[in-house]
C-alpha cells in the first residue's frame, strides 16, 4: 500500500471533525460576505481577509481531527502560520474603524507585526522540521513533540491578542467619540469572547483541567458567537452599502449553525457512552469465555492471591507497557475496596487499607491520610461521602500533574520536573512519597536512564478509579505506536482484576459513521441556507421589495402613473397597497392642481372684465350725482 493510500484509509470522521468544521465553514461565508461587498473601505479589507484567515486555520484542526495518521501533526504548521496574520489583520480592521485616521501609524503597526509572524512561524517550522510525533488522547490528533518552542509560540500569540484584541480597541475607544465609540466597545467584548477565551481554555484541555470536548464545543460557540456579534454590529453600522437578504441569511446561517453544534454535541456524548456500553458488555463476555469481538486486541489478568499475570491473549511487544497496567489494576482494586467498605467504623477500616496499600500508591495514600487527620469530626457515611469528592478533586490535579511531567523532555526531567513538583501544591503529598526514592538524578540511590527514571516518577501519578473506567493506552513498536482503549474490571469473587483492551482504531471507526452523518447534514444545511433560502425569499420579499422601492424611484422622478404589482397579501403586499393608493390620491390631487391651473388664466379675465364694468359703472353714477349736486 503506497503512503497516499495508507493516508487515505485513515480518513476516520469524529465531533472534533464536526466542530472544525463547522468553525471553518462559518468563517469562510463570513468571509464572503464581506468580500462581496461593493466599493469596501480600508476597515472592511482587513476584515474580510482576517477572517478568510481564519478560516484556513480552522481548516488546520479539520486536517488534524479528519486524519488519523501521524502526518497529520503537520495541522499545526497551518495553524500557527495563520493565527498571527489573521488576528493582526483584525486588528487592522479595528485601527481603522470607521475611517483610516491615523494611516502612516497603522501602516508601520501592521509592518512590524507582518515581520515577527514571518520569523515567528519560520522558526516554529524549522524547529518541528525533524521533531518526533505524539498523539493526544484527550484531543483525539496528531502533534508535534515539540514543547518548548509550543510554549513561545503560545506566548507570542498571546501577545498578538493583547496587542490587537485589548489594547487598539482601548486606543480606539479613547481617540473616537459618539455612537463609534460604543461600537469598538462592542467589537472589543467580541474579540475577548471569541479569542482570549478559547486560549485559555485551550491551555487548560490541553493540562487536563477541562475535557477537549468541552474546549471544542466553547471555542465554536464562543467563535460563532464572536462572529456573530461582528457580523450584526457591521451590517447595522457600515457606511458601505449592503442588501437586506445578506443580513436576513448571515444571521439565519449563524444560528442555525450554532444550535447544530449544541445538538451535535449532545448526540456524540450519547455516542460515546454508547462505544462505553458496548465495550463492556463485549469484556464481560469474553472474560466469561465468550468469543473474541468488538475490536477487541489483548485481554490480561491478574490474580491477587499469588500475583501472577495471565499473558495469553496478550504480547509484551505489541500491548501496553505490563508495568502500568500493573499499577491500574492495583489502584483499581484499592478504589473499589475502599467504597465497598462498610460505613460503619468507615475511618479504622479506610486506615489499615493504607497500611496494606502498594509502593507506588504513597501519594494518594499519604493524601487520604492527610485528609483523615484535617477532619476528625467526619465519621462514616458523611466521611465515605466527603472522601468521593475530595479524590475527584485530587484525581484532576494528579491527571494535570501527569500531563505536565510527560510534557518535559527526558534531559530536563531531573530539573524541571522536580521544579514544578516543588511549586504544586495541590499534589504535595505525592512530593513527600518521592522523596524517600527519587534524589537528583538517582532513584533508590542509584543512577538510571533519564526515561527510566522519568517513567518510575510518573507510575506515581497513575489514575485512581473505579472499575470500568476508560483507558487510553499506547505501545511504541520501531517507529510507529499502537494505540488502544482499556477496561479494567475487578472481581471481588474469584479476587482477581482483568483488562480487556480494544484497538483504538474501531473506537474511531464506531464514532466514524454517526459523524459523516452528521456532516452530511452539515452540507444540506449550508446548501438550503445559501442557495435555497435566496430563492424563497426573492419571491416572497426581495422581489416584492424591488417593485415598491422601484415604484418610489419612479414617483422620485415624477411618474405618478406607476403602480407597484401585489405578489402576495401579506404585510408587504399591504404596503404595495397602500402606496399604490398614496400614488393614487397624489396623482389625482395633481389632476385637479393642473385643472385649476389651466382655467386660471379665464378666471382671472373674467374677474378683470367685471371688475372693469364696475368701475365704469361706478363711475357714471359719481358723474350723475355731481351733475345733479351742481
Known amino acids: 500500500m503506497s503512503e497516499t493510500e495508507s493516508i487515505w484509509s485513515n480518513i476516520l470522521l469524529n465531533y472534533y471533525s464536526f466542530g472544525s468544521l463547522l468553525s471553518f465553514v462559518t468563517a469562510i461565508l463570513i468571509a464572503g460576505v464581506f468580500l462581496f461587498i461593493d466599493k469596501k473601505v480600508s476597515s472592511t479589507k482587513h476584515l474580510a481577509f482576517g477572517a478568510l484567515l481564519l478560516g484556513i486555520f480552522q481548516f488546520g484542526y479539520v486536517f488534524a481531527a479528519v486524519l488519523y495518521h501521524p502526518f497529520a501533526a ?4 497551518i495553524t500557527v502560520g495563520l493565527i498571527l496574520p489573521a488576528i ?20 508601520i503597526t501592521m509592518i512590524v507585526l507582518w515581520i515577527v509572524a514571518v520569523f515567528s512561524v519560520g522558526y516554529f517550522c524549522y524547529s518541528t522540521w525533524d521533531a518526533s510525533v505524539k498523539y493526544h488522547f484527550t484531543a483525539h490528533h496528531w502533534d508535534f513533540n515539540a514543547e518548548n518552542v509550543s510554549r513561545t509560540i503560545a506566548i507570542i500569540i498571546f501577545s498578538y491578542v493583547f496587542i490587537n484584541f485589548l489594547a487598539i480597541p482601548i486606543w480606539r475607544i479613547i481617540y473616537l467619540k459618539g455612537k463609534t465609540r460604543w461600537i469598538i466597545f462592542a467589537f472589543l467584548m467580541s474579540f475577548l469572547v471569541g479569542g482570549t477565551v478559547p486560549v485559555v481554555a485551550n491551555l487548560l484541555s490541553r493540562d487536563g483541567y477541562i475535557e477537549r470536548s468541552i474546549y471544542l464545543t466553547s471555542i465554536v460557540l464562543l467563535f460563532m458567537a464572536a462572529f456573530f456579534i461582528i457580523l450584526i454590529l457591521y451590517l447595522n453600522f457600515s457606511v458601505e452599502k449592503t442588501s437586506f437578504m445578506l443580513k436576513i441569511v448571515g444571521i439565519t446561517f449563524v444560528t442555525v449553525l450554532t444550535i447544530m453544534q449544541v ?6 456524548q450519547d455516542k460515546e457512552s454508547e462505544y462505553d456500553i458496548l465495550s463492556q458488555i463485549y469484556m464481560e463476555k469474553v472474560l466469561e469465555g465468550g468469543t473474541v469481538k468488538g475490536g477487541i486486541a489483548y485481554i490480561l489478568k491478574w490474580n491477587r492471591e499469588d500475583n501472577s499475570f495471565d499473558q495469553e491473549k496478550f504480547d509484551s511487544k505489541l500491548h501496553p507497557n505490563l508495568e502500568q ?18 460505613e460503619k467504623d468507615f475511618r479504622e477500616s479506610l486506615t489499615k487499607l493504607m497500611e496494606e496499600s502498594h509502593r507506588n500508591f504513597g501519594g494518594y495514600k499519604y493524601s487520604i491520610i492527610n485528609f483523615l487527620k484535617e477532619h476528625p469530626d467526619l465519621k462514616d457515611k458523611t466521611l465515605k461521602l466527603e472522601l468521593n469528592k475530595e479524590l475527584s478533586r485530587l484525581g484532576l490535579h494528579v491527571f494535570v500533574t501527569s500531563n505536565k511531567l510527560d510534557n518535559i523532555f527526558e534531559e530536563d526531567f531531573c530539573t524541571k520536573g522536580k521544579s514544578y513538583l516543588e511549586n504544586a501544591q495541590e499534589v504535595r503529598m505525592f512530593r513527600v512519597a518521592l ?24 507510575n506515581y501519578f497513575r489514575p485512581f478509579v473505579p472499575s470500568f473506567t476508560r483507558y487510553y493506552r499506547k505501545k511504541d513498536v520501531g517507529n510507529h505506536s499502537l494505540h488502544y ?33 452528521q456532516i452530511l447534514v452539515l452540507g444540506v444545511v449550508i446548501v438550503v441556507i445559501i442557495f435555497l433560502f435566496p430563492l424563497f425569499f426573492r419571491g416572497s420579499l426581495v422581489a416584492p421589495l424591488n417593485d415598491l422601492l422601484s415604484g418610489v424611484e419612479k414617483v422620485n422622478e415624477g411618474d405618478l402613473e406607476v403602480e407597484v404589482p401585489i405578489r402576495v397579501k401579506d404585510e408587504i403586499g399591504f404596503l404595495a397597497d397602500s402606496f399604490n393608493d398614496m400614488v393614487s390620491s397624489i396623482r389625482d390631487a395633481r389632476k385637479e392642481l393642473q385643472d385649476y391651473a389651466e382655467h386660471l388664466a379665464t378666471k382671472v379675465r373674467l374677474r378683470t372684465e367685471e371688475l372693469s364694468e364696475k ?12 351733475g345733479d349736486y351742481f
Open 615 to 626: 368701475i365704469e359703472e361706478f363711475q357714471r353714477l359719481k358723474i350723475q350725482q355731481d
Open 88 to 107: 493582526l489583520h483584525i486588528g487592522q480592521f479595528v485601527a481603522r474603524y470607521p475611517e483610516n485616521d491615523f494611516p502612516k501609524f497603522n501602516r
Open 325 to 342: 497496567i500493573e499499577i491500574d489494576f492495583k489502584n483499581t482494586l484499592l478504589y473499589d475496596e475502599i467504597f465497598n467498605l462498610s
Open 435 to 458: 522523596e524517600s526514592r527519587w534524589n537528583d538524578c538517582k532513584w533508590d540511590g542509584k543512577e538510571i536512564a533519564l526515561s527510566k527514571l522519568k517513567e518510575e516518577v510518573l
Open 74 to 77: 503537520y495541522h499545526r504548521w
Open 263 to 268: 445538538l451535535v454535541y449532545i448526540s456524540n
Open 485 to 517: 482503549i482499556g477496561f479494567i474490571k475487578y472481581n471481588h469473587k474469584k479476587n482477581n482484576v482483568s483488562e480487556v483492551g480494544f484497538s483504538y482504531r474501531t473506537y474511531r471507526e464506531f464514532m466514524h459513521p454517526t459523524a459523516l452523518k
